[in-house]
Nanobody, 124 residues
Framework: QVQLVESGGGLVQAGGSLRLSCAASGRTFSSSAMGWFRQAPGKERDIVAALDWSGYSTYYAESVKGRFTISRDNAKNTVYLQMNSLEPEDTAVYYC?????????????????WGQGTQVTVSS
C-alpha cells in the first residue's frame, strides 16, 4: 500500500514558477511508476506528466512540454513537478498518482494510488 501527500500548490502570476512535491509512504515507491494529473473546473482529469521507476523514462502532455519537469528522488520517496512559465490555463487541482508497476502509462485507470490534490491557481 502506498499513501501519497502533495504539497507546493498556491497562487502565482502568469510567467511564474511553482514546484509541487508528492511524498509517498510505503515500501514499493521505488519500484512504482508515478504521474501527475490535473483537473480544471468543469473538465476531466488529464495526465500532465509521468515517469518510470528509475526516473529515466518520462512522458509529458503537449501542453506542458518545455515548461514542466517531472523528477523523483527514491531515497526520499518523493516525486516532483517543476512548473515554469505558468499560464492561466494551468489553473487546476493537481494530483499525484502511483502505479503498481515500473513503467508509466497515460490513463487514469492505470494508477491505483492517489493523493488528495493540491490547488494551483495562475493569475493573468
Amino acid at each position: 500500500q502506498v499513501q501519497l501527500v502533495e504539497s507546493g500548490g498556491g497562487l502565482v502570476q502568469a510567467g511564474g514558477s511553482l514546484r509541487l512535491s508528492c511524498a509517498a509512504s510505503g515500501r514499493t515507491f521505488s519500484s512504482s511508476a508515478m504521474g501527475w494529473f490535473r483537473q480544471a473546473p468543469g473538465k476531466e482529469r488529464d495526465i500532465v506528466a509521468a515517469l518510470d521507476w528509475s526516473g529515466y523514462s518520462t512522458y509529458y502532455a503537449e501542453s506542458v512540454k518545455g515548461r514542466f519537469t517531472i523528477s523523483r528522488d527514491n531515497a526520499k520517496n518523493t516525486v516532483y513537478l517543476q512548473m515554469n512559465s505558468l499560464e492561466p490555463e494551468d489553473t487546476a487541482v493537481y494530483y499525484c498518482a502511483g502505479r503498481r508497476w515500473r513503467d508509466w502509462r497515460r490513463g487514469q485507470s492505470d494508477y491505483v494510488y492517489w493523493g488528495q490534490g493540491t490547488q494551483v491557481t495562475v493569475s493573468s
